[in-house]
């Protein structure tokens, strides 16, 4: 019913119906989703590492997908917590009663090598150029493809406006069992002071638990540039677990730099990172959270329009692919600009120390609001109820973000 990917050298032979290019979270989940609802279509799936998915864990609500779309998850093997989850800020701690789930790149990379024919995953293998008719490898080799899709990493642009959110997260396998049930989203009442060379910046730990004994401890923080200092978090990381008890070995890592994206023009944006008849999906997209980075609940739902697409007009061209999918970009980004307004309140309005008390704000509110936003949802009501009240930021400041166009983005390569 398939055929191998081609042989190196091997020029222009039978097209593959789509070539995907990026094997992480928006490219294997599109790659899942034609193979289940697209019978007999023949896709290639390109990853230039070793694994699929890289080396993350993906986190979400569960009210961020819709209950129709959430069977895509299934087959993955999740952490779960259906109690809720807790909140700890300098004035206020609660629990919220929303599930949570989360998704370890191992597990992402294993479930996908069991389900898609093993002629469909191609990893270690760079793509040195797509266009409309194809991918040409770094070793000359040519796959052609009557649909491309896009889903390598989100490049920065200076048509964006924004800051980073910086982590690096430790999975512990402690000596004696934890005693967490829940996981802690978000614990602020750590210090607000970043790595020197970020600065003053919101900050907090994020916990999981994942077993009896084992627990994901993360130290993430807001901040202008795009700069880790991995040393500096490691230690923190360290001291947080030491402070709560949880003595034993660190059994995993994970660090990473996203954009939290506050303006700029979308368009140009998008020409930097297009290519003609080439479908963009994923964060290179534009298909994140504007404030949140959150990706997953926004790959569910375009892997499974473009099956559904693909799967409905068997005919459509490279083309309209695009096509389609970057009306799906300019739609999210209109759909999102509450959020990038937000951002801006975080990164303009509120001093660097006191960014923890836009946040502290927020999770006063009612926990159906709080789910909403997430999911990037979020009602007129919501919005309004957000920014009233006793306001979290100084007026003329908050005025001032409400029309400004944001910070520039930092361009350098995340350090």
């Not at 989850?85 to 629990?95: C, E, K, S, V």
């Not at 040409?136 to 390598?152: E, P, S």
């Not at 309209?320 to 975080?346: D, G, N, P, V």
């Not at 709080?370 to 979290?392: C, H, M, N, Q």
């Amino acid at each position: 019913m398939v055929d191998s990917p081609p042989t190196p050298g091997a020029r222009d032979a039978d097209p593959q119906d789509v070539v995907i290019v990026g094997g992480g979270l928006a490219g294997g989940l599109i790659a899942l989703a034609l193979h289940r609802q697209v019978p007999g279509s023949r896709f290639v799936l390109i990853e230039a590492g070793r694994t699929l998915g890289g080396h993350h864990r993906w986190s979400w609500f569960e009210t961020d997908i819709r209950p129709g779309a959430r069977a895509l998850m299934a087959g993955f093997t999740l952490n779960g917590w259906d109690e809720g989850y807790d909140i700890a800020f300098p004035g206020l701690a609660r629990t919220l009663p929303t599930a949570y789930r989360s998704l370890a790149s191992a597990e992402f990379h294993r479930a996908l090598m069991d389900e898609l024919p093993a002629e469909r995953v191609m990893l270690e293998t760079k793509a040195e150029a797509l266009d409309a008719g194809g991918v040409t490898l770094a070793d000359g080799t040519r796959i052609a493809a009557r649909r491309v899709i896009d889903c390598r990493p989100f490049k920065p642009s200076e048509a964006l406006a924004g800051g980073w959110q910086v982590f690096l997260g430790q999975h512990f396998r402690c000596d004696k069992p934890h005693g967490l049930t829940r996981p802690v989203i978000m614990d602020a009442e750590v210090d607000q002071v970043a790595p020197h060379g970020n600065g003053e910046a919101y900050r907090f730990v994020y916990v999981l638990p994942l077993s009896q004994d084992e627990v994901f401890v993360e130290d993430t923080y807001y901040a202008d540039q795009p700069k880790m200092d991995a040393g500096v978090l490691k230690g923190r990381v360290a001291a947080y677990a030491k402070a709560h008890g949880w003595t034993g070995e660190v059994i995993d890592q994970e660090a990473g730099i996203l954009p939290v994206i506050s303006g700029g023009d979308f368009d140009a944006a998008l020409a930097e990172v297009s290519i003609p008849g080439v479908a963009l999906a994923g964060a290179r997209g534009g298909f994140s959270h504007p404030l949140t980075s959150y990706t997953l609940p926004f790959a569910v739902e375009n892997a499974l329009a473009i099956a559904r697409l693909l799967a409905r007009r068997p005919d459509v061209t490279g083309q309209e692919l695009a096509a389609f999918c970057r009306r799906r970009a300019k739609r999210h980004w209109r759909s999102t600009a509450y959020y990038r307004m937000l951002s801006r309140m975080l990164f303009e309005a509120a001093e660097p120390g006191k960014r923890v008390v836009v946040f502290e704000h927020f999770y006063a509110l009612r926990g159906a609001l709080v789910e909403r936003f997430y999911a990037g949802r979020s009602t007129w009501p919501d919005r309004l109820r957000i920014l009233t009240g006793k306001p979290p930021v100084a007026i003329p400041r908050a005025i001032r973000a409400l029309f400004s166009s944001g910070k520039p983005l930092n361009t350098e390569t995340p350090a």
